[in-house]
Structure formats: structure tokens, C-alpha cells
């Protein structure tokens, strides 16, 4: 049997690779197609597996542009016509591009035999993070979600990156062939946890992308609230098109930056885990999103958040007492909290923290959530 996974933006290692390794522990001869522009970099790159199609594919230098939507259009042509010549027996198709959706559902309907499985990693034009825009731009953006929307019916299967996107698309998807796969992580060996106290500097991360997404001022109001009552230092992890921005306000605040770009080490982003108390997961509360990549890397690290995404990441931190959810009326309230934390408080949210990982979001829930749902040898239960 022959399986066929994309992904334009290249989330291999986040959400293909485990994939690939149920389907071929399932008898499938696993193929990759992706894209070689990288979504982040704005530059060409070349993707080293030798089971990996790279599409070539248009540049553009914004993400919010005609050029990008273009971009997509002609990968999603072009990634189809190459699954036409593998003639998968299962197809695996991680949107957006929400062009990609109509063209697989439009190779579905030519060849009804074959699996077709959408996987809805992130949501466009729902995530656009600018109110006034997405008001200006209703109409376009109507006909944006309606090329994913259009096409969600044709699969056998849809699975959602978080329970927010699932109730989102419920609509447009049979309830019951629609369920949550979320993301998953390595298991990570954490070493023993950092010990708070009264006196010394609090330190706090950021890791990932430094974009239009996150709220710079609600971070920086943050961090200014604890920088009164505590010595505040953040350890930035990522880069971006914001990066100048974000340190810029942070250090208006008072606080300490350290900047070590982006490291893709499990160890050495472990070793900065471990100095930190708590990592932050804040995002503009415009932006459609109920679960991080940073936030999975948090908790296969053992590092508790502050949080403001709602839905998924909101409901754990309160069920699992793994951090502090951040209001925008209640950020004082919030900073009193953190620094008053005893040393056993912290460590107790650490250990919570990895405990949720465990639960949650390792690899082997992940498989189980891919049985269950796919129907093959199920056994167990997925968080």
C-alpha cells in the first residue's frame, strides 16, 4: 500500500513524521510532498529525505498578500499532479493552503477509492490577527475559508489540531468522522527543576516566531507588573519580522533580555527550559488558535506558562494547575501570584506540566488517537 502525506509549509517533524511512522508500522510505503520556500525564512530550501518531492514553488515577502494566496493556488496544482502520478492508496493532507483542500477533494471525487484524510493545522483567514481588516476584507475572505470549507466534505476522515478548529468546522464535517489529533513531542528528560524564592530574579521565555501574532504589549504589560515587585529576566528563543520590536518593549519594561535566536536542539533549548520559571504563550485575542507548537515544546520541557490562548490551552492550565491564565483586567493579579509562588508551588506546577504530556500529548496518545480513529486494531483511550 502506498501513502502520500503534504504539507506546503513543511511541518515534518512537528506533524508528518509521526504520521509517516504509524502509516508504515501499518504497511504503507509512506511519500512527502512540500514546498521549497520556507513560510518563515523567505527563502528557498531543500528538504534532505529521500522520499520527499519538493514542489517549486512562487516566492512572496508578505504573509498577508495576493502574491502568497497566488503562491498556493499553484502549489496545490502542482503538489496534486504529483499525486497523480503516485497513485496513493491513502492521502494525508495538512491544510492550509485551503486551496489544497478543493484540489484533493476535487482528486477524491476522480478517484473515490482512494483514503483521504485533511489534517486543519491552522485556520485562515480566522487567524488573521488585525479586527479592522478582517471587516474591510469580509468578502475576499468569505471565499478564502470556502475554498477549505468547499472541500472538507470529500474526506474520510478530518482531524483538527485543537478542539477550538473542531468546534469551528463542525458545521461543514460529519461530527463523527472529525476528531482532535493534537500535536506531539518526543519524550524529553527533564532535569531537575529550578527552585523559586523570595529574593532572586525571576526568569521567564519566549520560543518561537516573533511575527504579527503574538501581543507584543500584552507581554511587555506583563513582564512591567512582575518587573515591579521582582527583577525580571526573559529568555528569548526564535526570531522574526517583530524580533526588534519585542525586545525593544521588554526592555522599556525594565526586565533583562537574553537573545539566542533560533535553536532547534532539543538539549540546548532544554538547558535554557531549566533556568526559566515560567515559558509565555500570549497571542492577540483576535487570533483563532486554541493550542501553541511553543506550548508543546513547554510541556515536553516541563516548563509551566502564562497563558492567554483560549479554549484548549486555557482549559488545561485551569484543570491541570500548570501556570496562570492571563486576563487583560487581571494582569496585576496575575504578576502578585507569580512571584509569590513558594519554591514547592513551582515545582509542583513542573511536575504537573510534564504530567499533561504525558497524557496528552506524546507520541504514544498520538498513535492511539490515529488507531481509534482510523479504525485499525483499537485499543486504549486518547486524552
Known sequence: MKAVCISCTNHYQERILPVEKFLRDHGYDCYYITSDFHHTSKQKFTVDLPHCTQIPTKPYTKNISLARILSHMQFSKDAMEEVRRLKPDLLYVEVPPNSLCMQAAKYKKENPNVTLIFDIFDMWPECFPNNRAKKLLKWPFKIWAWLRNRGLPAADFVFTECNLFRKKLLPFVKEETTKVLHLCRPHVTVTTPVSVTQTERLHLCYLGAINNIIDIPAIAQLIECIQRLRPVTLHIIGDGE??????????????????????????????????????????????????????????????????????????????????????????????????????????????????????????????????????????????
Open 242 to 383: 517583530s524580533r526588534d520590536a519585542f525586545v525593544q518593549a521588554v526592555q522599556a519594561t525594565g526586565a533583562l533580555v537574553k537573545y539566542y535566536g533560533i535553536i532547534y536542539d532539543a538539549a540546548k533549548r532544554q538547558a535554557i527550559f531549566d533556568k526559566c520559571h515560567f515559558g509565555i504563550n500570549i497571542m492577540k485575542d483576535s487570533v483563532c488558535v486554541g493550542l501553541t507548537m511553543k506550548s508543546m515544546d513547554y510541556f515536553a520541557g516541563g516548563l509551566p506558562i502564562l497563558n492567554n490562548i483560549d479554549v484548549d490551552t486555557w482549559d488545561l492550565v485551569e484543570q491541570w494547575d500548570c501556570g496562570f491564565n492571563v486576563q487583560r483586567d487581571a494582569v496585576q493579579e496575575v504578576a502578585k501570584a507569580v512571584v509569590s509562588q513558594t519554591p514547592e508551588e513551582n515545582t509542583r506546577m513542573r511536575y504537573n506540566t510534564q504530567e499533561i504530556f504525558k497524557k496528552c500529548f506524546s507520541e504514544e496518545v498520538f498513535r492511539r488517537t490515529l488507531t481509534t480513529s482510523l479504525g485499525v486494531d483499537a485499543n486504549g483511550t486518547t486524552c
